[in-house]
């Protein structure tokens, strides 16, 4: 009985550290082309004046030629969870968190509010990444329309 409990225990902890190592792998190979930075999305955002909190998803973002992958931190998925093409972002506005949000995000987070196909998002990110993603679509190929607030 003893030695079916300890090794039923010791299965277990091989299983966390087996799903730990793949964690950690899956990271390390979404950063491995580089342009990555923190970013969390609330997909779907409700109109201004929502600071509740709520529908924030902690990720990671990687540019990747005209397109912006976002991959869920807190996942084993190999593949982006949602993808931003870069023709199809339009700026709405710029607001430090509010209420609730200043839990939900990092600490040193600035959101973003943005339409792309028509659905409000928001992107929150540090000072330095929203220069870069900011940068980023403005430096989008001649004849594509850019709305940059």
Same mark, same amino acid.
């Given at each position: 009985m003893i030695l079916t409990l300890l090794v039923c225990g010791l299965a277990v902890i091989a299983l966390v550290l087996v799903g730990l190592f793949v964690f950690g792998l899956r990271r390390r190979l979404i950063q491995r082309s580089g342009g990555?930075? *923190?970013?969390? &999305?609330?997909?779907? $955002?409700?109109?201004?004046?929502?600071?509740? /909190?709520?529908?924030? +998803?902690? +990720? %990671? $973002?990687?540019?990747? /030629? *005209?397109?912006?992958?976002w991959f869920r931190v807190f996942s084993y998925a190999p593949r982006p969870r949602r993808v931003l093409e870069r023709s199809a972002i339009e700026v709405v506005d710029r607001r430090a968190?509010?209420?609730?949000?200043? &839990? !939900? &995000? &990092?600490?040193? !987070?600035? %959101?973003l509010g943005c339409l792309h196909r028509g659905v409000r998002l928001e992107l929150a990110m540090s000072e330095d990444a929203l220069t870069g993603f900011l940068a980023w679509l403005e430096a989008a190929p001649p004849g594509q329309r850019v709305n940059v607030a």
């Open positions: 990555t930075f *923190d970013c969390s &999305l609330r997909w779907d $955002a409700p109109e201004k004046g929502d600071t509740s /909190g709520k529908g924030w +998803g902690y +990720g %990671v $973002a990687r540019y990747n /030629g *005209d397109r912006i992958e968190p509010d209420g609730e949000e200043e &839990l !939900a &995000l &990092l600490s040193d !987070a600035i %959101v």
